[in-house]
């Protein structure tokens, strides 16, 4: 077996894939990866067990979040860039390793390498199959996916100025955690769902740098035309990267449009001020292939949801940040102030032409939990007179399998007296339906991006404190969640932390649940998947 992952939806089979990554990665990318997270694990037990004050490791905080992100589904295909990560490190590990005695540590705190090759034969024997038993093994990769996304997010929120230590001390921690064989199954239970309570708090802590820095979501129409000027495509969720693209375009003649999980990026008022902010352009990632092609200007991917592309010519038109990375694009670095130089972007868009048009009108969303709660008595009434039977969280990733088209379908049957809320690319399977309003209210709201699912469980709450519940559960809420990648886990094990029951997760349950753990989430949370459309709506009408 020359690789090894399950860790998105689509994994072969449902099993795993063992030959090229159905995301595109392939064998060598894989294993580079599996040993950039044996890394992150080894410097982790060097701090826990050397108690060492993290404060006073800036660099080394950042560079952890993002190896972890770097290996998040879609991000980075560059096995340089994840080979430099690597050393990268590893020499800071060995630097922090003087204080702790060897003999207390794991091999993962005292390997070298010194060669890609050596770094490959290390890789094949750390990977996620070196753990054998299948259900330690399913719980602690369930934990690092829920980790994954917990660096995502904080990534994001550090690049605003927003950093929680302590999160950054449970990311630690819980690395050095999986090295240590003496965790059973109930203790790692117990993790996982302390996982999911760091997950409410990096998300509120994003939620937080998000609108001290743009304000908050307000409702918005978004454009989802074109207009003559050559333009840039933005894609990806750091906004701190679109303000300074925006910043760097003004009065230039080049328009910016957003693409995938972007889109929200519309409903933050500090971003209105800019008159070449124009519009979303397209759907969710998986339609890139064809959408960049029609699009025709430069693509800046600021994070993960790259899909390889398939021409050369479309290529040379992408560009990556962050913790992103493809072979043969140009990598945009940050200088040491984090500041960004877009100025090849913006020249190379000067010479190319204006997108071609593939659809008109626009889409309504901005529906976070500040604009939400604007509207709560409204909301409120609208219940207790019946005009409102239920709410249906409908949230998570989009991807590219055809029985997605469950979400679409099931969106267009629910009854006309439901409300649907969103958060993720998921939204694309029905954001552009009429589907009307409830006394003004849309029957779609969307809150935004994938870590705004945040501001859906802020809704939950408060309505479970207005209605005077003693469990989130009696609301008139069903959740219907989909998922893709490894963001869509910790905001999984965020909502099972909240006490949220009866989720239901689709198209396909995760293929790293083992069939122990998988027993475990449905008789404890009543996990479930998905059935047929007419099924599953009889079944949530009558909860």
Same mark, same amino acid.
Request: glycine share 8%.
């Given at each position: 077996?020359?690789?090894?992952?399950?860790?998105?939806?689509?994994?072969?089979?449902?099993?795993?894939?063992?030959?090229?990554?159905?995301?595109?990665?392939?064998?060598?990318?894989?294993?580079?990866? &599996?040993?950039?997270?044996?890394?992150?694990?080894?410097?982790?037990?060097?701090? !826990?067990?050397?108690?060492?004050?993290?404060?006073?490791?800036?660099?080394?905080?950042?560079?952890?979040?993002?190896?972890?992100?770097?290996? $998040?589904?879609?991000?980075?295909?560059? &096995?340089?860039?994840?080979?430099?990560?690597?050393?990268?490190?590893?020499?800071?590990?060995?630097?922090?390793?003087?204080?702790?005695?060897?003999?207390?540590?794991?091999?993962?705190?005292?390997?070298?390498?010194?060669?890609?090759?050596?770094?490959?034969?290390?890789?094949?024997?750390?990977?996620?199959?070196?753990?054998?038993? #299948? &259900?330690?093994?399913?719980?602690?990769?369930?934990?690092?996916?829920?980790?994954?996304?917990?660096?995502?997010?904080?990534?994001?929120?550090?690049?605003?100025?927003?950093?929680?230590?302590?999160?950054?001390?449970?990311?630690?921690?819980?690395?050095? +955690?999986?090295?240590?064989?003496?965790?059973?199954?109930?203790?790692?239970? +117990?993790?996982?769902?302390?996982?999911?309570?760091?997950?409410?708090?990096?998300?509120?802590?994003?939620?937080?740098?998000?609108?001290?820095?743009?304000?908050?979501?307000?409702?918005?129409?978004?454009?989802?035309?074109?207009?003559?000027?050559?333009?840039?495509? $933005?894609?990806?969720?750091?906004?701190?990267?679109?303000?300074?693209?925006?910043?760097?375009?003004? &009065?230039?003649?080049?328009?910016?449009?957003?693409?995938?999980?972007?889109?929200?990026?519309?409903?933050?008022?500090?971003?209105?001020?800019?008159?070449?902010?124009?519009?979303?352009?397209?759907? +969710?990632?998986?339609?890139?292939?064809?959408?960049?092609?029609?699009?025709?200007?430069?693509?800046?991917?600021?994070?993960?949801?790259? !899909?390889?592309?398939?021409?050369?010519?479309?290529?040379?038109?992408?560009?990556?940040?962050?913790?992103?990375?493809?072979?043969?694009?140009?990598? $945009?670095?940050?200088?040491?102030?984090?500041?960004?130089?877009?100025?090849?972007?913006?020249?190379?868009?000067?010479?190319?032409?204006?997108?071609?048009?593939?659809?008109?009108?626009?889409?309504?969303?901005?529906?976070?939990?500040?604009?939400?709660?604007?509207?709560?008595?409204?909301?409120?009434?609208?219940?207790?007179?019946?005009?409102?039977?239920?709410?249906?969280?409908?949230?998570?990733?989009?991807?590219?399998?055809?029985?997605? !088209?469950?979400?679409? #379908?099931?969106?267009?049957?629910?009854?006309?007296?439901?409300?649907?809320?969103?958060?993720?690319?998921?939204?694309?399977?029905?954001?552009?339906?009429?589907?009307?309003?409830?006394?003004?209210?849309?029957?779609?709201?969307?809150?935004?991006?994938?870590?705004?699912?945040?501001?859906?469980?802020?809704?939950?709450?408060?309505?479970? #404190?207005?209605?005077?519940?003693?469990?989130?559960?009696?609301?008139?809420?069903?959740?219907?969640?989909?998922?893709?990648?490894?963001?869509?886990?910790?905001?999984?094990?965020?909502?099972?932390?909240?006490?949220?029951?009866?989720?239901?997760?689709?198209?396909?349950?995760?293929?790293?649940?083992?069939?122990?753990?998988?027993?475990?989430? !449905?008789?404890?949370?009543?996990?479930?998947?998905?059935?047929?459309? #007419?099924?599953?709506?009889?079944?949530?009408?009558?909860?």
């Amino acid at each position: 077996m020359g690789m090894f992952c399950y860790q998105c939806q689509e994994t072969a089979k449902g099993t795993g894939c063992t030959v090229r990554g159905v995301c595109g990665k392939n064998e060598e990318v894989a294993k580079l990866q &599996d040993l950039l997270i044996y890394v992150l694990k080894g410097i982790s037990e060097v701090i !826990v067990k050397g108690k060492i004050d993290i404060s006073n490791l800036d660099n080394a905080n950042y560079e952890v979040l993002s190896g972890l992100f770097m290996t $998040i589904t879609n991000a980075n295909f560059d &096995d340089d860039s994840l080979e430099n990560q690597i050393m990268k490190l590893i020499a800071i590990r060995d630097e922090l390793r003087r204080s702790v005695p060897s003999e207390e540590l794991h091999d993962a705190s005292t390997f070298t390498v010194d060669s890609r090759n050596s770094m490959l034969e290390k890789a094949s024997s750390v990977g996620i199959l070196a753990t054998e038993n #299948e &259900d330690i093994r399913s719980l602690r990769e369930m934990i690092i996916y829920g980790l994954k996304g917990m660096a995502a997010y904080a990534e994001h929120a550090k690049n605003i100025g927003k950093e929680d230590l302590d999160i950054n001390f449970f990311i630690y921690e819980t690395l050095a +955690a999986m090295l240590d064989d003496s965790l059973l199954v109930d203790d790692l239970v +117990a993790l996982t769902l302390k996982t999911g309570e760091y997950g409410v708090k990096v998300m509120a802590l994003l939620d937080e740098a998000h609108t001290s820095r743009f304000g908050n979501p307000e409702m918005t129409k978004v454009n989802i035309g074109v207009k003559r000027n050559p333009a840039i495509l $933005i894609s990806g969720h750091d906004l701190t990267d679109l303000e300074q693209l925006l910043e760097q375009t003004k &009065d230039t003649g080049v328009d910016v449009y957003t693409h995938g999980e972007m889109l929200p990026a519309h409903y933050y008022p500090a971003f209105k001020k800019y008159n070449n902010f124009v519009g979303n352009y397209g759907n +969710a990632w998986w339609k890139q292939i064809e959408e960049f092609a029609s699009f025709r200007g430069p693509i800046l991917f600021t994070t993960n949801c790259i !899909v390889p592309p398939r021409s050369e010519e479309i290529r040379s038109r992408i560009f990556t940040t962050g913790s992103t990375g493809y072979p043969g694009c140009k990598h $945009i670095e940050a200088d040491e102030n984090g500041k960004k130089d877009f100025s090849e972007i913006i020249d190379l868009a000067k010479t190319l032409p204006a997108p071609n048009e593939i659809e008109t009108g626009d889409i309504v969303g901005g529906f976070a939990h500040n604009q939400v709660l604007a509207l709560a008595d409204k909301v409120i009434d609208a219940v207790k007179s019946g005009a409102i039977k239920k709410f249906f969280v409908l949230a998570g990733c989009d991807g590219r399998m055809k029985s997605r !088209v469950y979400y679409t #379908e099931f969106a267009k049957s629910l009854p006309k007296d439901t409300i649907i809320l969103t958060a993720g690319c998921a939204k694309y399977r029905y954001n552009k339906l009429d589907l009307g309003d409830i006394g003004g209210i849309p029957r779609i709201l969307d809150a935004g991006q994938c870590n705004d699912c945040y501001s859906l469980a802020v809704i939950a709450l408060k309505l479970k #404190e207005v209605f005077g519940l003693d469990d989130i559960n009696e609301l008139p809420i069903a959740y219907n969640i989909a998922w893709y990648e490894q963001k869509a886990i910790i905001v999984l094990l965020a909502l099972l932390y909240l006490g949220i029951k009866n989720i239901h997760l689709g198209p396909t349950l995760p293929g790293f649940l083992s069939p122990n753990v998988a027993k475990i989430l !449905v008789d404890k949370f009543g996990i479930a998947g998905i059935g047929t459309v #007419e099924s599953d709506i009889e079944l949530f009408m009558a909860q």
